[in-house]
């Protein structure tokens, strides 16, 4: 985990809207953070977006925290994770 990095100038500030994202800390927020870089996320941006987080974040840490989130993320972008990491699939919401 980089403690330097900048939120702000490594996601669109649109994502953080409710909050001062200049105040945000890659260690204290990465439960809001990682959910949020990858809002709105699809296949074709999958690969940028992601590689965003993990100049940040350890993969470990992306699965973890996406997995316990209670943000909104898709059920795709969970799928899009588990299959770049070779892990089981999983799904924010149940079918």
């Known amino acids: 985990m980089k ?3 900048n939120i702000a ?3 669109p500030k649109h994502l953080f809207w409710d909050m001062d994202y200049s105040k945000l800390s890659i ?5 809001t953070i990682i959910p949020r870089a990858l809002f709105a996320t699809t296949q074709e941006t999958f690969n940028t977006d992601i590689l965003k987080l993990e100049a940040i974040y350890t ?9 316990n989130t209670k943000e909104r993320i898709s059920n795709n972008l969970c799928v899009m994770v588990a299959k770049r990491y070779n892990v089981a699939t999983f799904y924010r919401y149940k079918l």
């Open 27 to 31: 260690k204290k927020d990465k439960e």
């Open 3 to 5: 403690a330097n990095s």
């Open 9 to 11: 100038s490594q996601f």
């Open 59 to 67: 993969p470990i840490v992306i699965l973890n925290v996406l997995k």
